[in-house]
C-alpha cells in the first residue's frame, strides 16, 4: 500500500514539471513567419504564390500584395511555387532567437519554350475534297477486327486449330445420337442421299477440302 501511495506522489509532482517542461519546448520552437513575396527582376509583389510546409499538409498562400503569415516550427522546410517561376525552398534555422522571423522571398522567372504553333489560312472546298479523297486512313481497331472475322479468316483458323471442349462434346453427342438412330439395323449410307452430295458439291466449290489440306502444314 506504501508503495503505491509513494507512485501516486511520484506522478502527482514530477509528471506536471516533465509535461510543463515539453511544453515550453514546443512553444520555444513555434514560430511566426511572415514576409512578402516578390519578383527577382522587377521587384513586384507576387500574388497566390504557394508557399507550403514540406513533408506536412500545412501552407498558406500570398494575398494581392504578395504579404503572407504562417506558423512553422524551427527546422521546417518551406516551398515557394507560381506558375512561371522557379520553386524556391527556405529552411528555417534551429538557432534562431525567439519565435519570429520575416523574409523578402524573391522569385526567379522560369523560362518555358512551348512547340511553334503553325496557323494556315482555311482550305476552300476543292482543297478539301482533294485532300479527303487522297488521306491515308490507317488500320484501326475496327477495321483489324473486320479482317480477322472475315469467312477466309475463319475458315482458316478453323482448319489450322483443333476443337475446343464444346466443338468436341457437340460431334461426340452427334456421333452417338446417329448410332444409336440405326441401333440393331444397317447404318444409312449418305451415298445415295442426295442432300449429302449437294453439299459435298457446295463444299469443293468453296475450297473447304482445299482449306483443310492447306491447313495441316501449321
Known amino acids: 500500500m506504501k508503495k503505491i501511495i509513494l507512485y501516486f506522489l511520484f506522478f502527482l509532482f514530477v509528471f506536471p514539471v516533465a509535461l510543463k517542461a515539453q511544453f515550453e519546448t514546443y512553444k520555444d520552437s513555434v514560430v511566426q513567419l511572415y514576409g512578402v513575396v516578390m519578383s527577382a527582376d522587377s521587384l513586384q509583389a507576387l500574388p497566390s504564390v ?3 510546409v514540406k513533408g506536412r499538409n500545412q501552407g498558406t498562400l500570398s494575398n494581392d500584395q504578395g504579404v503572407f503569415s504562417i506558423v512553422v516550427l524551427k527546422g521546417d522546410e518551406i516551398e515557394f511555387t507560381s506558375v ?3 520553386p524556391k525552398l527556405v529552411k528555417i534555422p534551429t538557432t534562431l532567437d525567439g ?3 520575416s523574409i523578402i522571398q ?3 522567372q522560369d523560362t518555358v519554350y512551348l512547340p511553334a504553333t503553325i496557323i494556315k489560312k482555311r ?4 482543297e478539301f475534297e482533294r485532300d479527303f479523297v487522297n488521306t491515308q486512313v490507317p488500320n484501326d481497331e475496327q477495321e483489324i477486327a473486320r479482317r480477322n472475322l472475315s469467312t477466309e479468316n475463319l475458315r482458316a483458323l478453323m482448319a489450322a486449330y483443333p476443337r475446343d471442349g464444346r466443338e468436341a462434346t457437340n460431334y461426340y453427342l452427334k456421333q452417338n445420337a446417329q448410332k444409336y438412330y440405326s441401333a440393331g439395323q444397317l447404318p444409312p449410307q449418305n451415298i445415295f442421299n ?3 452430295w449437294a ?3 457446295k463444299a469443293w466449290k468453296r475450297g473447304d477440302f482445299k482449306n483443310k489440306k492447306s ?3 501449321y
Request: charged residues 20%; glycine residues 8%; negative net charge.
Open 123 to 126: 482550305p476552300t472546298r476543292e
Open 84 to 86: 512561371g517561376y522557379k
Open 194 to 196: 442426295p442432300l449429302a
Open 215 to 217: 491447313g495441316s502444314d
Open 199 to 201: 453439299e459435298f458439291i
Open 50 to 52: 504557394s508557399i507550403m
Open 106 to 108: 524573391l522569385m526567379v
Open 99 to 101: 519565435n519570429q522571423q
